[in-house]
């Protein structure tokens, strides 16, 4: 009988350990996928009323991991140092409006590309400000996010960054933008995307002028290096996704139209 017992909690242990994060083979991903984000960076992942991270990225990671039949977790990190978070396993992807670049190539396992994104030019209402090249950023304070796509860009072009009177850098574009409407900086060169989202908050305070600072880049969400297995299995299911038209709804209900790349 004893022998039998024991046989019996050994089978146990094996079935538990192969059930991973599911019960098919599909789910054996991780029990939990762990996405670092900037919770306040919306809309693609932000804090609500209610203290929630919600947003377009978290809507779509949810989702992702619902069909893997995996928990997710999101994780509010200094996205100044993401890289880091990434690669010491702290977090399993970032996912959150994160531009695929050669640079972080060499130390990111990417996505395909889901969604373009512009650097644009924004500024307070009222102001006589005309920016329409990067000419024209010479001379004036401009804030963007420290981190992000256009930080990288002004430090790639020191001829460009030295012809500014400052270049100010912020933990997130909500501060830069405040700074913008409070006249500290004559404007915020920063992803159309956040800035158009904000400007349908504050219509009254902030214009987008449509001038492209550095080259249309695209998101992607990241991986590390050697985590291989779990891209591919994130990018299937939103592979299915983008088939069923799920990214679509998501897209719509956040941007009010679907604005997401199709291949």
Not at 121 to 149: C, N, P, R, Y
Not at 165 to 182: G, H, Q, R
Not at 223 to 246: H, I, P, S
Request: net charge negative; hydrophobic share 40%; aromatic share 8%.
């Amino acid at each position: 009988m004893k022998k039998v017992l024991a046989i019996c909690m050994m089978l146990l242990v094996v079935i538990a350990g192969l059930a991973g994060c599911g019960n098919d083979a599909k789910k054996d991903t991780a029990k939990k996928i762990v996405v670092g984000l900037d919770d306040n960076f919306p809309p693609m992942g932000f804090k609500d009323e209610k203290n929630e991270i919600v947003g377009f990225d978290i809507d779509l990671a949810k989702e992702a991991s619902k069909r893997l039949g995996c928990d997710v977790e999101f994780k509010a990190i200094d996205w100044n140092s993401k890289e880091a978070e990434l690669q010491s396993g702290r977090v399993d992807v970032l996912w959150n409006g994160l531009d695929i670049t050669e640079k972080r190539k060499e130390n990111m396992l990417f996505s395909d590309p889901y969604m373009d994104n512009r650097q644009i030019v924004f500024v307070a209402k009222g102001k006589d400000i005309k920016i329409a090249s990067e000419a024209d950023l010479a001379g004036k304070v401009i804030g963007t996010q420290s981190g992000g796509t256009s930080e990288e860009y002004f430090e790639s072009k020191a001829d460009l960054k030295s012809s500014m009177k400052e270049v100010k850098y912020y933990p997130d574009f909500i501060n830069a933008f405040m700074d913008l409407e409070n006249g500290r900086i004559d404007a915020v060169v920063g992803d159309e995307i956040i800035g158009r989202y904000y400007i349908s908050k504050h219509p009254d305070k902030i214009a987008a002028v449509d001038t492209v600072i550095g080259e249309v880049s695209q998101f992607g969400f990241a991986f590390r290096k050697d985590n291989k297995e779990l891209r591919d299995k994130v990018q299937k299911v939103f592979d299915e996704m983008k088939a069923d038209g799920t990214v679509a709804k998501v897209s719509e209900k956040w941007f009010a139209k679907d604005i997401t790349l199709k291949k």
